[in-house]
């Protein structure tokens, strides 16, 4: 919508808007949030990254208000305002000018994050005033909001100067040059129509604006008052404001920030309808995360765990990102990685469809496809910028795991046409697997899975797991397709690969699953570069017990494969996770992964664990380059916490999911980070996955098959719950909602609601558990079938009792 005739101007020279938007009467934004939670972040952690974020732009800085250098992947520039595929800021100062007591706010005494919103607390030199900035991202434009709000507490006048001064650095994302994106030096120029700096970038169509709802005192250059220096190529501007606050008043100056890659008019357009619609645009985003917090909403005896879930489904929403020329999906976490991912994506969209979120799902899924056509044979891809340059065309692990979620989507949705559309890329896909990396034929693929390890491209633990799932999966598909003979050897390929797992893999030794399969001359390799790691990192178990390996592996056939456990990495669960282990060898293999734990998790390389990590509840503490050695991280904890499930532990997989809830709000407020408590991604979006895939489809045991309208629920609480509630949670044209109730004589009451009353629901218990059973007063006899109890029926509103 083109703004620009609403414009008029005034004898002044300024703008209509600005005489609509006075600042003495202008309502602060923050009035809209007095019903919104607000979590207060931890002073020690005021020196850590936040993210503000909406689909198009988004801001990272730290929580005390300033924007220093952060991230590697475009080396100190990840940090800022980002528009992507561009930058637009590296951020702005904000100070307060007197004639003898001139300060920068650049260091907030508290932080405020909100689900969409968060707020800055400044405490002055001036005796009596406050400041608070307030900033929020709109989605689907290109653009934020930041409000600075001064408050008079005290009896006396105030008057000074305010200045806002901005920073920006227009340029390319990550592989910009591989995408023919140069950087340019920036130019400025002043707007006087809308009292704002327009920033171009001097090679490219790349324009930044910013500016406020007031006139201003514009000058070039960067504040003499705040010490900021960020790199790049840049330029600096400062907007001035007389500031006059009455006694115990306040009043607000509201910043505009809009951006565009492909024209001037773009980023004023943006400007105009930001300064027009800010408090609706705000009002929309709070909308929008009510709608994402009451969608399979939970109740819960664990309160942190409870909240926990609620801001992971946040979390995940900060993390969408879409650039229209490339498309719509999830990233997989800030500051680093906020492009996409094939694996991530993988995991995350599981959760991801058992919260409702339907859309971002299938616009995700739409992405990975089509940037992975590029590969041509089905194979999926591992990284993308969000310029669309793939970085890594796939890991091995990334193809049959795509096969997995379309199967996991479609049970969920029933949707024939989304199968259809996604099956020739998995037929192809499958084919590429196994002719191009099982040389040997042994249904075992080579090649790095979630493990990067240097050297450690063999017959993989979670390759051989994922790929085994994915022709059990497609063996459904090409049933579904009316394709029989493709699914008898799909399954039949299946059924293989599971014993061959159980035989192949398993380490009786260790009684863990092997980390891979290879010869031991492969083996001895990567005995002695991990007899380096632990002997660097101190853990002299590691090395003990590496230097036996060694030993051992002196006597053995050079070059016959077999099973190795080196590592302990926690790829090794992967086979109970995915429901394939022996029972007995699933309770060792569970029993043996307790000890790579921490109180925050499990470990991503068990040979780092040392003694003192269950004392270890403090920061992470990471080498001064990025790494992940030592790292204790989220997807692995919730590996192990489904595994435990899928073998009848519900205790120790909520243990596990209590153990990632300690992160909850250890660094930022609301959000758990990629690496325990507080190291790597301040957002990641695969928590989804090792929180909802526990909670909904296990604890609360949903799992449709909706294509058929039947909702399996078959709930497996933990021995500590004696009630708990789900919520609307959306399974194809249905939603259904469940409260489950134990009383003191140990009787069991279901209330199990649906929109669709047509649809079927097979409500399972287990064996043994209970014997006498009703279904809205009558009595009915269970069946028994695979260890379980089972009641089938229909209506919209059902209660259970057993007893």
């Known amino acids: 919508m083109n703004l620009r005739p609403a414009l008029f101007f005034l004898g002044f020279g ?50 005390d208000g300033t924007f220093p250098d952060l991230g590697w992947h475009v080396q100190g520039e990840m940090g800022g305002i980002w528009n992507h595929p561009i930058k637009l800021m590296d951020g702005f100062t904000a100070a307060i000018i007197e004639a003898d007591n001139s300060f920068c706010l650049d260091a907030a005494h508290q932080f405020v994050n909100y689900p969409f919103a968060n707020k800055h607390l400044f405490q002055t030199h001036i005796p009596g005033l406050e400041v608070d900035r307030f900033q929020f991202v709109p989605d689907g434009v290109q653009g934020m909001v930041i409000e600075f709000t001064f408050r008079n507490v005290d009896k006396s006048e105030k008057s000074f100067d305010f200045e806002f001064s901005g920073h920006t650095d227009l340029m390319p994302v990550w592989l910009g040059d591989r995408a023919g994106m140069e950087d340019f030096e920036d130019k ?16 490219n169509e790349w324009y930044v604006m910013f500016g406020a ?53 773009d980023a004023e357009e943006t400007f105009d309808k930001l300064n027009l619609n800010a408090d609706t645009y705000l009002k929309d985003k709070k909308i929008h995360y009510a709608q994402i917090a009451s969608k399979a909403q939970i109740t819960i005896p664990d309160k942190e765990l409870e909240k926990s879930f609620e801001w992971i489904k946040y979390n995940t929403e900060w993390l969408v990102r879409e650039v229209p020329e490339v498309g719509r999906g999830l990233g997989a976490g800030m500051p680093d990685y906020p492009w996409w991912f094939g694996v991530d994506n993988e995991y995350t969209l599981k959760g991801a469809i058992a919260t409702g979120r339907k ?25 993308v910028s969000s310029n669309g340059v793939i970085f890594n065309p796939g890991n091995i692990n990334e193809t049959p795991q795509f096969a997995s979620l379309i199967w996991w989507v479609y049970q969920w949705t029933g949707d024939r046409d989304f199968l259809a559309k996604y099956y020739p890329t998995i037929k192809r896909g499958l084919q590429w697997l196994m002719e191009e990396n099982d040389k040997d034929g042994n249904l075992f693929p080579d ?73 031991p001359k492969e083996a001895i390799h990567l005995v002695d570069a991990a007899i380096i790691r632990a002997d660097t990192l101190n853990k002299p178990w590691a090395v003990e017990e590496l230097k036996a390996t060694r030993k051992k592996l002196s006597t053995y ?73 030592g790292a204790v991280m989220t997807l692995p904890t919730g590996v192990s916490a489904i595994g435990e499930n899928n073998y009848g532990r519900p205790d120790e997989a909520l243990d596990y999911l209590k153990r990632m809830t300690k992160s909850f709000g250890f660094a930022l407020p609301g959000s758990i980070y990629e690496v325990s408590p507080d190291y790597g991604m301040m957002a990641q979006a695969w928590n989804l996955y090792s929180f909802g895939v526990p909670i909904v489809t296990q604890f609360f045991g949903i799992q449709p098959e909706a294509g058929k309208n039947v909702i399996h ?31 003191e004589n140990g009787a069991v009451e279901a209330n199990i609601n649906q929109s669709n009353g047509d649809w079927e629901i097979v409500f399972s218990w287990p064996e043994g558990k209970q014997i006498n059973a009703t279904v809205n007063g009558n009595k009915t006899e269970m069946e028994n079938q695979m260890g379980k109890n089972r009641i089938t029926f229909t209506g919209s509103k059902n209660t259970i009792t057993l007893n």
């Open 14 to 63: 300024l703008p209509l808007f600005f005489s609509c938007n006075n600042p003495a009467t202008q309502i602060p934004l923050t009035t809209h949030l007095a019903d919104t939670e607000g979590l207060i972040g931890n002073a020690e952690y005021l020196s850590s990254p936040y993210v503000t974020a909406g689909d198009r732009v988004y801001m990272v800085g730290h929580q």
């Open 188 to 203: 400025l120029s002043f707007d006087e129509s809308r009292q704002a700096w327009l920033g171009k970038d001097d090679g």
């Open 213 to 265: 709802n007031q006139k201003a005192k514009a000058a070039e250059g960067a504040s003499v008052t705040c010490n900021y220096t960020p790199h790049g190529k840049g330029k600096a501007a400062k907007l001035g404001y007389e500031i006059k606050l009455k006694p115990e008043s306040s009043q607000s100056i509201r910043f505009l920030i809009s951006g565009s890659y492909t024209s001037k008019l």
């Open 359 to 383: 859309d971002l799902v299938y616009s995700t899924i739409e992405l990975i496809h089509k940037l992975s056509e590029a590969n041509g044979n089905g194979r999926i891809v591992h990284e």
């Open 447 to 519: 090649g790095y899975g979630m493990m990067e390890i240097h050297g450690l491209q063999s017959e993989m633990i979670d390759v051989a797991t994922y790929t085994q799932k994915a022709f059990a999966d497609a063996a459904q598909m090409a049933a579904l397709m009316g394709e029989d003979s493709i699914s008898t050897s799909y399954q039949h390929t299946a059924d293989l690969i599971k014993e061959k797992i159980n035989k192949d893999f398993w380490v009786e030794e260790f009684n863990s699953y092997a980390d891979f399969i290879g010869t």
């Open 557 to 629: 056939p050079t070059n016959k494969k077999q099973g190795f456990v080196i590592f302990h990495n926690w790829v090794v669960n992967t086979p109970m996770e995915m429901g394939i282990a022996d029972p007995e060898k699933a309770i060792a293999a569970l029993d043996k992964g307790k000890k790579f734990t921490n109180p925050f998790g499990v470990f991503v390389t068990g040979i780092d664990r040392d003694e003192t990590s269950d004392m270890a509840d403090g920061a992470f503490v990471g080498s001064k380059a990025f790494s992940y050695t």
């Open 713 to 743: 629920i078959s709930p497996a609480f933990p021995s500590s719950w004696k009630e708990a509630k789900i919520e609307n949670v959306e399974i194809g044209d249905n939603v259904i909602s469940m409260e489950y109730k134990v009383n």
